[in-house]
């Protein structure tokens, strides 16, 4: 019905007013109607007339809808529709996809994890919730293409395999550490504590001798030229270790990718597309090459430095260069970074306007808060981070505790982890709490899924009928009204790539699911049958509303 709505006072208002309009039209308080749209005061300025009197004219076109009940104006020219009850039951039964994205191919850059260095909270975060913004466009009809990108050249990764070769005497053969049980879920796991502690022996270096930090940038040109056997092989094999390990993160995550960038791989392209624009986008200072953001109002920002190695801005313009060869009908291209690159962002999207004005016109860069633990912050630079593996480790002891005799911990695991992340409107800073996450008291991932668990488990006793559901008593319509809304709160998500708006939504449609089952009876009732229904499409949304989130909708806890 909310589509149809909208269709209706478009119409409308152009035949009574030859007004184009982009209606809002939103779910007021029951008391208030099932919708209800403030178009009339929208358009008062413009026409110069009395909203009251625009609504009204409104109001008679509504009133014969089909569907609709009856039309109300309220205050200085709301619009409140009521709807019959058959329309809200046939939107609660219809779990219709969000199909505004139908034909598009979506790239989407996420998981963006840094060889040779501990996967951190940010990193955890962003993953789970751009793959849930990922599905939000797969929901809506898009074909998308999700790509991560790996930092395994720079001065980080110079400074790891320094203390790695400066260890084994710069013999690759002797790196044991790296080597053995390739294939041990152990192993793998140990990765985090043994490239953490390099880099952070190799950036106390770095800031301590000046002869370790002149070896330092020496084994980085060495890393991006590819003219050192040993640098080149023991680079090779901790790239290697270090996918292997961040495999295991997204396999447990049930996080999966297309393709993986490499910065080597971006890195000479984006050079030369640098070198290419030298006089027309970029300009040479100090011996590095720079753009100038001033005249965007932005800041100058440098892409190759006077060593003539490119900076992150060049490899992202290599890495855009890469997408336009492997993805060449895109429509657009989601990148995820924290809120402290947005400024770099905008000077390096400002440049690549310059060079590929089509490209830059559909990147759309999104970005996060800060993430931390009720226990306190973390550090990289030393070396002494709880990272992504340490807070997943927490958070699956935390629900082995809780729920010690589920056979779907994994399941309650997958949902307390995820469900903090994206429970939280993207942009704000997030305080995880171990203990809330694993709660099934107030919102939480495993409250979510207890609250489908009980609804299969009152339909495994009898199963809904498909006779069709009429004449709502009070509480039912006002159960039922909760549903319809799903629809709606897809598109709000999806259109505002917020994933939090979902996770509100089941939050609330629980409570209000809770409520009515306290106070009415479903079964051995006179109207069982269309309780047993409703508690059908109750289900059905909720496993849809997890399912989307990527969390899993076990039928027993």
Not at 68 to 89: S, T, Y
Request: net charge negative; hydrophobic share 35%; aromatic share 8%.
């Amino acid at each position: 019905m909310y589509e149809k709505l909208i269709h209706h006072i478009v119409a409308d208002c152009k035949e009574l007013f030859n007004a184009d309009v982009q209606p809002i039209v939103s779910r007021p308080d029951e008391q208030f109607g099932d919708y209800a749209c403030n178009v009339a005061m929208q358009l008062a300025k413009e026409l110069g007339q009395n909203p009251r009197e625009i609504a009204a004219a409104l109001r008679e076109k509504l009133q014969v809808v089909d569907g609709v009940k009856h039309v109300e104006i309220a205050g200085p020219g709301f619009i409140n529709i009521f709807v019959e009850d058959e329309v809200l039951v046939g939107d609660a039964s219809n779990i219709s996809p969000y199909q505004h994205h139908e034909g598009k191919e979506v790239l989407v850059e996420f998981g963006n994890f840094n060889p040779l260095k501990t996967v951190h909270l940010g990193h955890l975060y962003q993953t789970v919730v751009y793959s849930a913004i990922a599905r939000l466009f797969e929901r809506s009809g898009a074909t998308v293409h999700t790509i991560s990108y790996h930092g395994d050249v720079g001065m980080h990764i110079a400074k790891a395999i320094w203390a790695i070769g400066e260890e084994v005497g710069w013999k690759p053969q002797d790196l044991k550490a790296l080597e053995d049980g390739e294939e041990s879920d152990v192993s793998m796991r140990n990765m985090k504590t043994i490239f953490g502690s390099y880099y952070a022996k190799g950036n106390e270096a770095y800031d301590a001798d000046s002869s370790a930090a002149e070896s330092i940038r020496e084994v980085n040109r060495h890393i991006y030229d590819r003219d050192n056997q040993a640098v080149n092989d023991i680079h090779a094999l901790c790239v290697k270790r270090s996918m292997q390990y961040f495999d295991t993160i997204y396999d447990e995550l049930g996080v999966s990718f297309e393709k993986h960038y490499m910065e080597s791989e971006t890195a000479p392209i984006g050079t030369e597309v640098v070198k290419k624009n030298i006089g027309n986008v970029f300009e040479e200072s100090d011996g590095a090459i720079i753009y100038k953001g001033e005249k965007d109002d932005l800041h100058t920002r440098v892409f190759l430095n006077s060593e003539g190695l490119p900076t992150y801005e060049a490899k992202d313009l290599g890495l855009i260069e890469l997408k336009r060869r492997d993805y060449p009908g895109a429509d657009k291209s989601v990148i995820i970074t924290g809120n402290e690159q947005q400024q770099y962002f905008k000077v390096m999207l400002a440049a690549l306007k310059h060079i590929h004005p089509e490209e830059a016109a559909k990147t759309e860069h999104m970005t996060h808060g800060l993430l931390s633990l009720t226990t306190g912050k973390m550090s990289s630079r030393t070396g002494n981070v709880f990272g992504a593996q340490s807070l997943m480790d927490a958070t699956r002891a935390a629900v082995s505790k809780a729920f010690v005799d589920s056979e779907v911990q994994r399941d309650i695991y997958l949902a307390a982890l995820k469900y903090t992340f994206l429970k939280s409107r993207i942009g704000g800073d997030i305080v995880f709490d171990v203990q809330e996450s694993v709660s099934l008291e107030g919102n939480s991932g495993p409250y979510i899924q207890y609250a489908y668990a009980r609804a299969r488990s009152i339909l495994r006793k009898k199963a809904a009928s498909e006779d069709e559901i009429t004449g709502l008593e009070a509480d039912e319509r006002s159960l039922v009204r909760k549903i319809s809304e799903y629809e709606e709160v897809l598109e709000k998500a999806t259109k505002e790539r917020l994933p939090h708006h979902i996770c509100t939504y089941l939050y609330e449609l629980a409570q209000k699911f809770n409520a009515f089952y306290e106070k009415n009876r479903v079964l051995e009732h006179e109207r069982e049958a269309q309780r047993l229904g409703i508690v059908h499409f109750y289900a059905e949304v909720l496993k849809d509303g997890l399912e989307t989130l990527g969390i899993p909708a076990p039928e027993k806890m």
